[in-house]
Every structure is written in C-alpha cells, then in structure tokens.
C-alpha cells in the first residue's frame, strides 16, 4: 500500500511487541510500565539463547529481527492492527494505548522508526539522509511502529543473520527513497512517540501533572513522548533509572512511592519460624570508632535471632579481640555464628565473596552485609527491608549533618561519583521512596535467589583503579541487576567517620566528638543532661548562684581517669609549673593538663556544645566566648594533696566536674564557698557544679580523708 493511502480507520488495535530472552530487573520494570498503562504485550524470545552479540559494546541484534519475523507473519493480513515494537531492557512506556495510537496517526504513515542524533553503526551513512529542518536525524531501531503489514514486510525484507546490526537493516531500507515511500515509512525526529536519551539527556525535563503523575517532557521540540529509550552507554542507563523511579506510576508528586506497595511482603504478623532466613554479614576491615556500640545496635535488631545466621569477618587486627569475643557470646543467640579473623590472610575482597557463597551453600532467603561504620539504630531495619522484596536494596544512610551517603545517584563516564538531579532532594527526606541508584555501599539486602543464580564478584577481572564497592556495583549493573537505596524511614541509622580515626590512645573513641558526634554524644554525655535545657525543670541550687547539673555519663568519667592515669605525669602541686606561660602557679593543684594528653581541642568543643548553653539558661544576659586554657584532672589524695587553700579562679565563670564515687571510691572532699558558708560535697558522677570564679565566690578545697578523688576543672572566658 502507497503512502498516500495513510487515513486510518478509528478501529485500530495496538499491540505491542518486544523481544526479551532474559527476565532481567529491566525487563521487569518494562513490563510493570506496560501493564499500569494498559498495553497489550507479547514477549518473544522468552528462553531462547542470545546469539545477537554484545549489543552494549558492538553492532548486533539480528536475532532479533528473525525472532520477530516468525512472530509478526500471523498478523501480516490484519488491516486494523498497529504492532508496536520495542526494546524492554531499557525501556520504560508511559501513556496507554489510545494516546499511542493518536500520536502515531497524526505522523499520516504507515511506519514510523524511533530516531537519535547518532548515525549507527555506519557513520559513513549520515549523508545518505534526507535532511530535517528541526529534529534528530537518524533512524533507531530501539523502537518503531506500523501496520502489520509494513512491519511484515521490514523484518522480512532480507536475510539477515543473528549477529548482524539489526539498526543497519533498517537502515538501509529507510535509505533506500523507493523503498521508504513504499512502506510509508517516516521518523519520529521530534520525539512524539519516541524518546531516545541518548545525546538528549538534556533535552529532557520531568515534570508532574495536576493529579501527581510523572512525565517527561522533550524542551526542545515541546513534546511528551510515550517511549522513553535508555539507548547508548552506561550513563545513558542510568539516567533511564533515575527517571524510571518516577516514571509509570513509580512516584508520585502527591501520593509519594507507589512502587513501594507493590510486591512486598509482609512480615508484621509473622511468627517467628514464618520469617525469612537471613545471613547476617558482617565486615570490619579496619579500625573504626565506636565498634561496640555498633554490635550491640546489630544484637538490638529486632527480628528472631534464630532466623539469623551471622558471619562475621574482621580484617582489622585492631578490633580482633573484640569481635571474636562478641561472636562467642552470640553462638547461643543465633541460628549459627561464623568468624573469620585475620588469620585467615583473606582480603576484603575475598571476604566479601565468601560471605555471599556461604549465604548461598546455607540456602538463605537474603544476604544482609552491613560494614562496621554503618550504625544501624532503627531496628526494624531488617523487617522492613525484607518486606520491600527488591533484588538488592540498601538503608539510606548519611554521616550526620552532611550530604555524604551511602550511595551515588547518579556516575560520571570515568565510573565515579556524579550528582543526580534528585539527590539532595533523597538525602534530605523531600522525596520518599525505593530508589534505582548506580551504586551502593554499608549496608545492603540481597535476595537469596539471586546468590543463588549469579556469583557475585567484588573483584575486577583486569587492574583496576576502583576499590572493593565500587567493582561490586559495577559487576551488578554489568549483570543488569538493580541497585536501590530506601529512605522510607525518618532514619535507619548513620555512617561513622573513620579516615582520621586515631588509635594511639587508650581510649580512642573519648577523641570522636569532631568526627563522630552522635555517637559520642550517645556514649559519653549523661543521658539526663537533656534535662538542663528544660526550663520547666528547675536546675540544683545547692550553694547561691552555685549551680549541679548532669554533663557526662560514668563512662566518659572512667575513661578519663584511665586515660590522665595512663599517661601519669601528674605535677605534684609545686608552684613551679613549666606548663604555664610565668612558670608559676600561686594555687597549685595535682594535676595534668587537657593539653598533655591531646584532648585541649575536644574539650573547648564540649564546652561550647554542652556547658556554654546551661550557662546561658543559669546566668541570663552573659554570652561568654568559651575560652579556656585552663582545662584539667585534678588528683586528691590523703598522702599526696588532701585539699586546697581558700581562692578566687581566674575565669568569669568555673566548672567543676565530679569524676569518681563519693563515699565509696573516697570520703571528704568537695568544696566551700566562704562568703556564704555553703559547701558542695557527694556530687554524682559526672555532674558539673558551675559557679562564677572572681569577686563573688572564694572557696577552697576540702580535704579528702580516705581514698582518690578526680575532678576536671575548668577556667572559662578567663
């Protein structure tokens, strides 16, 4: 039939068509597309062996022509029927079957081939073309659609072998004006049906219409085309999947994540034995802060233990102790409990397959593999993730306060990171969803049955300058397996700082609070000092304008008296002092100084943190600076300084941290202020006394009768 001949009837039926020997995550999603808009699909090809090349690297794809050529000779004499054919792997559809076939009505032809601004697979062809005033120029085989019979006669036009370039086949007929005006055949060079990506990224913009639902509008040529295309490189995929997290239905603008309720799985009424069986990786492979903080919040995790098997693998010689001890205390925890150390001269690497191959020999329904800097403090973490039922899906975790995550939206063409458009807008919370992302790391969720059907490698087959993570995520996308980050929880947890982790003290972590400020403040700041911020609880006067309030917990309290006893270069209480900028000191103390064991710095951070805000709420109206040079244990001891004589500080205001026991670790002791006769004595562990240091508030040191007493002290705005 001519050309001319181009007015359809309105009884046209569409069908659509697509050519899919492996039912990939892409797949998947292109079929979920179909079905939310309503497209009829038949699947060719279904468990036949690829024989159509490297198509991602190379020219190919032939087989796809013959496989099409065998399916579409039964329709070859139906008048009323459009086959609409397209890739799936990398296609998402995103209008229903009426808007389609408009679009392709209002081309007046009888054929109609996707196009791109790339002349493939032979650029020596692109003279060849007609030329286009405005639009993409060249013929993409990505997608097309006609009548029966015109697409009859295109697959069967010749022989052509599997590995040949089916887009060359096309080509040639197009190229080819007798041949062209015969099939009625036209491109769509301004993406009304078709939008191919690459070469267009952009071109594109995603927008929502009035009822929440996404759309992509073409800017240049103002157009929404149906098909939207992942044609070319690996960059060009993952943009697809960014826009795909939108695209059908995926989310919403005003309902938020549909695809979060679709396929999951149901875990809140499930007894015990119904839950999955999970292999509980677990990788520290070097040193890192708070380590056992980090396995109790893994023992905190709420789902049955033995459903659990847990696997741990220390390559950190530093931590070794502590984790194996931890693992043996949780063999009667869990189902069974694995422990590699350093011993066993494995690499992180080789750690990391095995722990998935044994995750496959013990059968397990999934893999959850969680890094030791990963702090994991929701603890529905697990359930949740497992109820998302996704083929790899990781928590969305931050380090506090910054951008950095544990995962990348989006990679450059050198394989690094690269900023997607909605990646601030995922990191903050604006938008909650699952989300298809290039790469992950932390902490993931693997389905069983794909351990079970690919072997996952961590390694890459050539050198390479990627580390670990990053090969692994390659290797997934090069298996064409989907990788999503959750941030459908206000928070699963956070990432730790562990670059300028220093571990030459005896308690490294006392050091964290610049780089891992939650997790210091969980450990070592007293869980009630929440309470001095509260001014509807009123604060401890024990003295006038002297003041007790809940700063540090007993941990922090211990491990400073460790950490200045371990050191122990106390001065002795001389009044020579070559510490001091005179020398001198008129009211010596036995003491060592925050500065003769590195924690100077840290210890102006807390007070600027923690004291100068109670200060503000005690003494109203003075805003101090914060300054301290003065910050350090003092050591009361019978035999060595019982007490300190009567004297005003050289600081605006004073603090006076009680570090030890009264009553049970020593007896006396506290302190006196002479102007009003009040003394301070068996303050708690951990609690301030703050009182202001001139003028007002003379006071001495009282003995102490019997055993050690540790205070820190601190000269503030001096």
């Known amino acids: 039939e001519s050309a001319e001949n181009t007015k359809a009837s309105h009884s046209e039926r569409l069908l659509l068509l697509t050519v899919a020997t492996d039912e990939t995550d892409g797949f998947r999603r292109f079929m979920r597309s179909c079905h939310l808009n309503g497209l009829e699909v038949e699947i060719l090809g279904q468990g036949e062996e690829w024989r159509g090349g490297d198509i991602m690297r190379y020219p190919g794809g032939g087989q796809k022509i013959n496989i099409l050529a065998k399916a579409v000779e039964k329709y070859k004499n139906e008048k009323d029927l459009l086959l609409l054919f397209t890739d799936s792997y990398d296609v998402v559809m995103n209008s229903g079957p009426e808007e389609i076939i408009q679009k392709f009505k209002d081309f007046s032809a009888r054929l109609v081939f996707s196009a791109e601004g790339f002349c493939w697979p ?46 060359l086949y096309y080509t040639q007929q197009y190229l080819e004006a007798e041949r062209r005006k015969s099939l009625g055949m036209r491109l769509d060079h301004r993406s009304h049906i078709f939008q191919n990506l690459n070469g267009a990224t952009d071109d594109i913009e995603l927008s929502f219409d009035d009822d929440g639902k996404a759309f992509i509008m073409n800017s240049v040529y103002t157009t929404t085309p149906s098909v939207i295309h992942g ?72 789902y049955p233990k033995s459903r659990i098997n847990l696997w741990i693998h220390c390559g950190a010689a530093y931590h070794e102790k502590t984790a194996k001890e931890w693992s043996e205390k949780m063999k009667s925890e869990y189902a069974s409990v694995t422990f590699l150390g350093v011993e066993g001269y494995l690499s992180e690497s080789e ?190 006067e024990p003295c006038p304008d002297v003041f007790w309030f809940p700063l540090f917990s ?59 805000p109670v200060q503000e709420r005690i003494y109203p109206g003075f805003y101090a600076d914060g300054k301290a040079l003065l910050n350090f244990v003092v050591k009361y001891h019978p035999d060595r300084q019982p007490k300190l004589r009567p004297h005003h500080d050289s600081s605006t205001f004073t603090t006076n941290i009680c570090l030890n026991r009264p009553l049970i670790d020593y007896e006396g002791g506290g302190c006196r202020f002479l102007r009003y006769n009040c003394s301070v004595v068996d303050n708690e562990i951990g609690y301030a006394t703050i009182h202001p240091g001139r003028l007002t508030h003379w006071h001495e040191g009282l003995e102490t009768t019997k055993g050690t007493r540790y205070i820190l002290v601190s000269f503030i705005d001096p």
């Not at 073309?129 to 097309?144: Q, T």
């Not at 380090?399 to 990171?417: R, T």
């Not at 211990?558 to 002795?572: M, P």
């Open 231 to 302: 044609n070319g490189p690996p960059s060009i995929k993952f943009f697809l999947n960014t826009l795909g997290n939108y695209l059908a239905g995926a989310w919403s603008s005003t309902e938020g994540c549909l695809q979060c309720k679709e396929n999951t799985l149901d875990l809140k009424q499930a007894w015990d034995n119904d839950h999955p069986m999970v292999t509980l990786a677990v990788f520290v492979e070097e040193p890192t802060p708070f380590l056992s903080r980090f396995l109790g919040r893994l023992e905190r995790i709420f």
């Open 122 to 167: 032979d650029s020596s062809l692109a003279s060849k073309y007609p030329r286009v005033v405005m639009g993409k120029r060249y013929l993409n085989s990505g997608g097309f659609m006609g009548y029966a019979a015109e697409v009859y006669s295109a697959v069967t036009y010749a022989k052509v072998q599997d590995k040949d370039d089916d887009q």
């Open 554 to 612: 007993e941990k922090f309290a211990q491990e400073l008296i460790e950490e200045v006893e371990h050191f122990g270069e106390w001065s002795g209480s001389a009044h020579s002092d070559k510490r001091l900028a005179g020398g001198y000191e008129n009211v010596p103390t036995d003491d060592i100084h925050m500065t003769q064991i590195g924690y100077q710095e840290h210890y102006l951070k807390i007070i600027k943190n923690y004291i100068l």
């Open 351 to 540: 750690a990391r397959e095995k722990g998935s191959r044994d995750c496959a020999e013990k059968k397990s329904d999934f893999y959850f593999s969680v890094d030791a800097d990963a702090m994991l403090t929701n603890r529905l973490v697990l359930k949740r993730l497992i109820e998302q039922n996704r083929t790899i899906v990781a928590p969305l975790l931050l380090k506090p306060e910054k951008l950095w995550s544990n995962f990348w939206g989006a990679i450059s063409s050198s394989g690094y990171y690269e900023r997607s458009e909605d990646y601030i807008a995922i990191v903050q919370g604006e938008r909650r969803g699952v989300w298809n992302v290039p790469f992950i790391s932390k902490a993931y969720l693997i389905r069983g049955d794909v351990l079970q059907q690919h072997k996952l490698s961590f390694t890459d087959h050539v050198d390479s300058p990627y580390d670990t993570d990053m090969i692994f995520c390659k290797n997934l996308r090069e298996m064409g397996l989907f990788m999503y980050v959750a941030n459908t929880a206000s928070t699963w947890g956070h990432l730790m700082e562990t670059e300028s982790f220093n571990t030459s003290h005896l308690h490294n972590n006392l050091y964290q609070l610049m780089d891992n400020r939650w997790d210091w403040e969980a450990d070592y700041l007293h869980p009630n000092y929440s309470d001095s911020l509260n001014k509807s609880i009123p604060m401890k």
